[in-house]
């Protein structure tokens, strides 16, 4: 009889029932905390994302890709045969169209989403979720940005209640930027 057999057979049924369920357990615990770190990780995505909106913007608007129009193949063939030399600046131009494509489609669906927030917030009868879209939007979208500060004094609130309404709009917006994959199940 093999050890394993052995240590097996000396197990009664309720010591394998209880090994069973802390072992599944565990695996439930360990499932809900990288649900979890995979949640932190979409609002610091959203934070960031806020952030970086308006370069971001600027990237997509004044890319030499968005700037040539696609019907205009042949000023964006001269475009690219210019660009072009070895591999190397083959693939820099490459990755150039690509980021100012991503950035586009992001900055695109960014608008979307915050717009969709915007009406959410502006229609709400809480007054709390109207300045929330107020501070992200002056924080982070407007042009004249405001620092966390200039927001306080503006919403006449303290500076950790706009600490805080950003995090609460990072949540509500990760189910707007993701989807079903912003949502918490925990």
């Keep these: 009889m093999s050890k394993s057999s052995t240590i097996t057979a000396k197990l009664d049924a309720e010591t394998l029932k209880e ?5 599944i357990g565990t695996l439930r615990d360990e499932e809900a ?3 979890e770190e995979r949640h932190d990780r ?8 806020l952030r970086k909106y308006r370069e971001l913007a600027a990237h997509a608007e004044k890319s030499v890709y968005s700037a040539i129009r696609a019907e205009d193949d042949f000023t964006l063939r001269d475009l690219l045969d210019l660009m072009k030399g070895n591999g190397r600046e083959e693939f820099r ?24 927030y915007r009406i959410d917030c502006e229609s709400s009868d809480k007054p709390e979720e109207r300045r929330r879209y107020r ?5 982070f979208i407007s042009q004249d940005r405001m620092t966390p500060e200039e927001a306080a004094r503006c919403e006449f609130v303290d500076k ?26 925990l």
């Design 135 to 139: 501070v992200i939007y002056h924080m």
């Design 93 to 116: 131009v490459e990755s150039i169209r690509e980021s100012a494509a991503r950035a586009r489609l992001m900055v695109d669906h960014m608008d979307r989403m915050l717009e969709s």
């Design 42 to 49: 979409m609002r610091a995505n959203i934070k960031q994302a």
């Design 33 to 35: 905390r990288m649900m």
């Design 19 to 23: 090994i069973t369920s802390c072992v």
């Design 160 to 185: 950790s209640t706009v600490y805080r309404d950003i995090d609460i709009a990072a949540e509500r917006l990760s189910v707007l930027f993701f989807g079903v994959y912003g949502l918490s199940f």
